[in-house]
C-alpha cells in the first residue's frame, strides 16, 4: 500500500499569513493527487485536484504543486474561513489512501 | 448540483448488519466511479471502497474486505454499503462520494457499533 506522510499535523497561523503543507507519497503516485478542506463538523471538500488543478469555486490562494513522490498545499493571505483541517489523498492505486491531516490553528 | 444523500446508519451491536444507501441527483451517475469513506469519531479520513461506474470492478479497503459489500443501482442512481460482521472499530460517520479523485461529498450517515 502507498503510505501518504503528511506534515506538519497542525500549525499555527494567523490571517494575512502564507502556509505550507506538504504529502509525501511512498512510491510515485504521478499527478493522482487531490487535497481536501475539512471544516468542524463539515463533510471534506475538494480543493484541489491532480496535483495543481484548482477545484470550480475555490479561491485563487490556494494552490497546489508536485508530481511523483512530493506535493504541497500552500495557501496564500489566509483568511479566517480557511482555519481548518487539510488533507490529500493519492488516487493513483488501490487502495487510495489519506494522508494524516494538518489542523491549522489561529495563533 | 450535485447532491449526495447518505442514510441507514444507525446503533448496532457488534457482530451485527448494517446497510448503508446513497441517494444521488444532479449528475450522470451511471457515468460515475462512486466510493465510500469513513471518519471515525476525532479521527482522520480512511478510504473505504471503490466501485466502478458500471459496476464491473470493486475495491476494498483491507480493514473491511470480506465483511462490506459495495454495489451499485444505475436505474435508480444509488449508491449502497452492505457492513456484515461490525466491529466497534467500524463505528464513523461514512460518507458517499463521487469518483476516484473525491470530487463531491455527501454529509454522511453516523455508523455506532456498541453493545
Known amino acids: 500500500d502507498i503510505q501518504m506522510t503528511q506534515s506538519p499535523s497542525s500549525l499555527s497561523a494567523s490571517a494575512g499569513d502564507t502556509v505550507t503543507i506538504t504529502c509525501r507519497a511512498s512510491?510515485?503516485?504521478?499527478?493522482?493527487l487531490g487535497w481536501f478542506q475539512q471544516r468542524p463538523g463539515k463533510a471534506p471538500r475538494r480543493l484541489i485536484h491532480a496535483a495543481s488543478s484548482l477545484q470550480n469555486g475555490v479561491p485563487s490562494r490556494f494552490s497546489g504543486s508536485g508530481s511523483g513522490t512530493e506535493f504541497t498545499l500552500t495557501i496564500s493571505s489566509l483568511q479566517p474561513e480557511d482555519f481548518a483541517t487539510y488533507y490529500c489523498l493519492q488516487y493513483n492505486t488501490f487502495p487510495l489512501t489519506f494522508g494524516g491531516g494538518t489542523k491549522v490553528e489561529l495563533k | 448540483q450535485v447532491q449526495l444523500v447518505e442514510s441507514g446508519g444507525g446503533v448496532v451491536h457488534p457482530g451485527g448488519s448494517l446497510r448503508l444507501s446513497c441517494a444521488t441527483s444532479?449528475?450522470?451517475?451511471?457515468?460515475?466511479?462512486m466510493q465510500w469513506v469513513r471518519q471515525a469519531p476525532g479521527k482522520g479520513l480512511e478510504w473505504v471502497t471503490h466501485?466502478?461506474?458500471?459496476?464491473?470492478?470493486?475495491d476494498y479497503g483491507d480493514s473491511v474486505r470480506g465483511r462490506f459489500t459495495i454495489s451499485r443501482d444505475n436505474s435508480k442512481n444509488t449508491l449502497y454499503l452492505e457492513m456484515n460482521s461490525l466491529r466497534g472499530e467500524d463505528t464513523a460517520l461514512y460518507y458517499c462520494v463521487t469518483s476516484r479523485g473525491a470530487d463531491y461529498w455527501g454529509q454522511g450517515t453516523l455508523v455506532t457499533v456498541s453493545s
Open positions: 444532479g449528475f450522470s451517475f451511471s457515468g460515475y466511479d
Open positions: 512510491q510515485g503516485i504521478r499527478s493522482a
Open positions: 466501485i466502478r461506474y458500471d459496476g464491473s470492478s470493486e
